[in-house]
């Protein structure tokens, strides 16, 4: 039995994510979903999980918020559901899960970013 950290867990639920994305997207929208993903692991870090994610469901970054709710779903967020998204848990959660969640989301959004970086070079 192999143990794995948080950060493996992360990288390995992200790595599909941003294949898929890769080919099923359009090359122009790869491409916008490349600079919201280089952009959304700052926002977290600036404004918090809670109003990043609103506003990248007021962008209509819809793709980015699934992608992002599976990798930490992958990683042990199983409390992130169809009944209870991501953006409604991450507003109605308490403190201490509110901050493992966020530090978590940050983790994923990085993950996110590094594979998409090196998927957009390819492309």
């Known amino acids: 039995m192999s143990v794995h950290t948080r950060s493996q867990r992360l990288a ?5 994510r941003v294949q898929e994305c890769h080919s099923r997207l359009t090359k122009k929208q790869f491409e916008e979903y490349v600079r919201f993903a ?4 700052a926002l977290i870090h600036t404004c918090g999980l809670a ?7 007021a962008k209509e970054e819809h793709g980015y918020v699934a992608d992002l709710t599976v990798v930490l779903q992958g990683a042990g967020h199983a409390e992130i559901t169809e009944s209870r998204p991501l953006d409604r848990h991450s ?12 530090r978590d989301a940050l983790s994923a959004a990085t993950w996110l970013k590094r594979y998409v970086e090196a998927a957009g070079e390819g492309a």
């Open 51 to 57: 109003q990043a994610v609103a506003f990248a469901l």
């Open 38 to 41: 280089k952009k959304f692991p």
């Open 91 to 102: 507003r109605e959660t308490q403190l201490g899960d509110y901050l493992r969640l966020s």
């Open 12 to 16: 390995k639920a992200a790595f599909p």
